[in-house]
């Protein structure tokens, strides 16, 4: 059987190593995970060229969002963020996921955050779909988010009101402001966050989905201060361990040896 990630660029993605490492340690001596560079407008004929030995594809970007429109179905929570970060292939049949979203809950929950009233969100790209998911599954019901431009805030408008959030929009000007919130989401690129110093208040917890180089500075400072900080390798593992069960059929993924592998592939965490 067989399963990959696809996206453009696509040569430093870490999926192999996590879902290979689960094929070992499950015992799936027939499985294999691989890597292929995709655009958009390869997409549809690289799912129409698989035959039923593929079970699913894990996407990135820049694919997520073209994907529902190869897919047969779509989950409720990959409808609603309008993106899709996996195929499930079976029974000649597309579904399309999005395991970005609760993916950050498992993360979450791993270190005992389980609900969160006040969730703040920084940036408003794409990755910032999955936070608002995130936030509604965590129980609440506004999302602030600070951005840099209004026009994109405005535009994740359509995604909070399918999952019943209201959002108020933030200047990033204003950011300062966010170690006020319970739950803090940094989905910005590398650099953004460096000039942001936050008082945070006790008990917050930031997840910034960078992880390389790690710790950002925001991080650095919110843990220095008290709160609880999760990188982005702890969501790449989660959304990925729920991939693994999806396409593989089986209900409990060996974790520790997927993190295990992981961590063990980026240098800066080898003695982790």
């Known amino acids: 059987m067989r399963a990959a990630v696809l996206g453009k660029p696509i040569e430093h993605s870490l999926s192999p190593v996590i879902h290979n490492a689960g094929y070992v340690a499950a015992g799936l001596r027939d499985w294999t995970y691989t890597r292929h560079e995709c655009d958009e407008p390869a997409l549809a004929r690289f799912v129409d060229s698989l035959d039923e030995t593929w079970a699913g594809l894990s996407l990135t970007m820049p694919l997520k969002e073209i994907a529902l429109t190869v897919a047969d179905e779509a989950?409720?929570?990959?409808?609603?963020?309008?993106?899709?970060?996996?195929?499930?292939?079976?029974?000649?049949?597309?579904?399309?996921?999005?395991?970005?979203?609760?993916?950050?809950?498992?993360?979450?929950?791993?270190?005992?955050?389980?609900?969160?009233?006040?969730?703040?969100?920084?940036?408003?790209?794409?990755?910032?779909?999955?936070?608002?998911?995130?936030?509604?599954?965590?129980?609440?019901?506004?999302?602030?988010?600070?951005?840099?431009?209004?026009?994109?805030?405005?535009?994740?408008?359509?995604?909070?009101?399918?999952?019943?959030?209201?959002?108020?929009?933030?200047?990033?000007?204003?950011?300062?402001?966010?170690?006020?919130?319970?739950?803090?989401?940094?989905?910005?690129?590398?650099?953004?966050?460096?000039?942001?110093?936050?008082?945070?208040?006790?008990?917050?917890?930031?997840?910034?989905?960078?992880?390389?180089?790690?710790?950002?500075?925001?991080?650095?400072?919110a843990e220095a201060q008290g709160a609880q900080v999760l990188d982005g390798l702890a969501l790449l593992l989660a959304q990925a361990v729920r991939q693994w069960t999806q396409f593989t059929g089986v209900d409990e993924a060996p974790v520790t040896a997927m993190r295990e592998a992981l961590y063990a592939a980026v240098p800066s965490r080898r003695t982790s």
């Open 75 to 221: 989950t409720p929570v990959a409808e609603a963020i309008g993106a899709a970060n996996t195929l499930v292939l079976r029974g000649g049949r597309r579904l399309a996921d999005n395991t970005d979203a609760p993916g950050i809950v498992d993360a979450l929950a791993e270190v005992g955050l389980t609900s969160a009233e006040e969730v703040a969100v920084l940036g408003a790209g794409g990755s910032a779909r999955g936070a608002l998911a995130a936030a509604q599954a965590l129980g609440a019901s506004t999302v602030q988010v600070y951005a840099r431009r209004r026009e994109a805030i405005a535009e994740l408008e359509p995604v909070a009101s399918a999952l019943g959030l209201r959002l108020e929009a933030r200047s990033w000007e204003e950011a300062v402001r966010v170690g006020d919130a319970d739950l803090v989401i940094a989905t910005v690129p590398k650099g953004v966050t460096d000039g942001l110093h936050p008082k945070w208040k006790p008990g917050a917890v930031l997840f910034d989905i960078l992880y390389d180089p790690w710790p950002t500075p925001l991080a650095a400072e």
